[in-house]
């Protein structure tokens, strides 16, 4: 697992790559919400959306899981999740929804997610089965979560 600047990983928003992921779903979800209603745009919408979900969920969920295999599989699912979004992104563009530069940070932020998640991958695969991790509990709002958030909602 990665570790932030100030203190060790606790919950899965602690993880800089969880927090890049919610960005950019939060980020698409906004600028989409202007878009044309149309039964077309509202399938190329939809599907944008739920793989852009997807990336932060999947993280989310390895997390959580019991074995370092099973969390491996999760962070391989977001990054399948990131190609996918990108895919979306270029329909959208194509489709003539939005612009290619309306787009280009969510293309660009979508491989740096790729990359910090293959490297997340590269290191586990390397770790010692003893060293391990036990499973870290979620509660229901965590801090880190909360200063992201307020974080966040500064910046909009």
């Not at 928003?13 to 992921?21: C, E, F, I, N, S």
């Not at 600028?31 to 959306?49: C, H, I, K, M, P």
């Not at 932020?109 to 003893?130: H, N």
């Amino acid at each position: 697992m990665e570790s932030t600047e100030t203190k060790a990983i606790k919950h899965f928003t602690d993880l800089r790559v969880w927090q890049k992921a919610h960005e950019l779903f939060v980020s698409i979800h906004k600028e989409t919400g202007r878009l044309s209603q149309d039964a077309a745009s509202t399938v190329l919408v939809d599907q944008l959306l739920r793989s852009a979900g997807g990336i932060s969920a999947n993280i989310a969920e390895g997390f959580n899981a019991r074995k370092r295999r099973k969390y491996i599989e999760f962070l391989e699912d977001a990054q399948s999740s990131t190609a996918e979004t990108e895919s979306w992104l270029y329909k959208v563009v194509d489709c003539v929804l939005l612009e290619k530069s309306d787009v280009q940070t969510w293309l660009d932020t979508s491989v740096v997610i790729q990359k910090m998640l293959g490297s997340m991958i590269r290191k586990l695969e390397k770790k010692p089965v003893a060293a391990t991790q036990p499973i870290a509990s979620s509660p229901p709002l965590p801090d880190s979560y909360l200063r992201f958030r307020n974080r966040r909602m500064l910046h909009d």
